[in-house]
């Protein structure tokens, strides 16, 4: 089944606590990204991937950080997580990039974080 | 930048054609509107893109207007399952690779 997966589903943590999210699909997609998902707000880009150890930022990249060192995995990495991170975060991965027929996303279920 | 705009929440009864509209007045011509549900806090699920012509699938019908600034998403036979936040996305101007995601429309199907 094609699929996006991410984990953990739900974290507590205390502030200064660093902490990874993974994030790992199935479909030998190219296209990644991270978002986060506030109250009342749609989605906001956090990082994206290209490709295998070709990342960028999106529009929140200040305090996290993203690998792609395998094409399927593309880990959110919060070194030093702070209160104002704890939001619902989700993982979406694509074949084709952006602005053309194949950009089609596939979420992953999210991650419910909470910094205290 | 470009962004699109949508009304905060509709009502439809069950069974009956929910359309969403939404403004993306701003859109340059080769590029594509998407459509995304949210249900509940689950992950966003693709539903369809257009780029001029009218689109159809299994999931719904995208209208697009003939100058490109508006859209319509036309769910034919609205059930409770449609329930949801939907969004209208396009490009951001000052990027290859970024959606702009706004709030949304959240759809309430009544019984």
Redesign the interface.
Known sequence: EAQVTQNPRYLITVTGKKLTVTCSQNMNHEYMSWYRQDPGLGLRQIYYSMNVEVTDKGDVPEGYKVSRKEKRNFPLILESPSPNQTSLYFCASSFGPIGTHAYKQYFGPGTRLTVT | DAKTTQPPSMDCAEGRAANLPCNHSTISG???V?W?RQIH??????II?GLKNNETNEMASLIITEDRKSSTLILPHATLRDTAVY?CIV?AMDS????I????TKLIIKP
């Not at chain 2, 806090?41 to 693709?46: A, E, F, I, L, V």
């Open positions: 080769n590029e594509y998407y995304y806090s689950q992950g966003p699920q693709y893109h969004y490009r290859n690779y970024q959606l995601w706004g709030a949304g």
